[in-house]
C-alpha cells in the first residue's frame, strides 16, 4: 500500500493505494496519528485506489473517526472503490 499525503485547504488528505488488510493497517493508523498530532483534525482519506479492505482496516478507521469525533473533528472516506463501499456499506448497517 502506498499512502500519500495531500494538503488542501480546510482539511488534510490521505491518498491510499492499494489493499488495506491486516498487514497494512496499523501503518495507516500510524499516518492518520500523525496528521493529527499535527493539528489535523478533518481528514479525508481518499479510496479511490484502494482495492480491498479487511476488519483490520475497518477497525482502524472506526477508531480514528471516533477518536476525531470526539475532538470536533473528522474523519471521512472518499471516493471509495465500489467494492470498498460495498463492504462499508454492510458493516455500517449491521453497527445501526
Do not use: C
Not at 26 to 36: C, K, M, P, S
Not at 49 to 54: G, K, L, W
Amino acid at each position: 500500500m502506498e499512502i500519500q499525503v495531500i494538503p488542501r485547504e480546510g482539511r488534510h488528505e490521505l491518498q491510499l493505494v492499494g489493499r488495506l488488510d491486516a498487514n497494512w493497517a496499523e501503518r495507516v493508523g500510524q499516518a492518520i496519528e500523525t496528521a493529527i498530532r499535527a493539528g489535523h483534525h478533518h481528514l479525508h482519506l481518499d479510496f479511490s485506489h484502494v482495492t480491498y479492505i479487511s476488519s483490520a482496516g475497518i477497525r482502524i478507521l472506526l477508531k480514528y473517526y471516533k477518536q476525531l469525533k470526539s475532538a470536533r473533528g473528522a474523519l471521512a472516506v472518499v471516493s471509495p472503490t465500489e467494492g470498498v463501499l460495498s463492504v462499508l456499506d454492510r458493516k455500517s448497517t449491521r453497527l445501526n
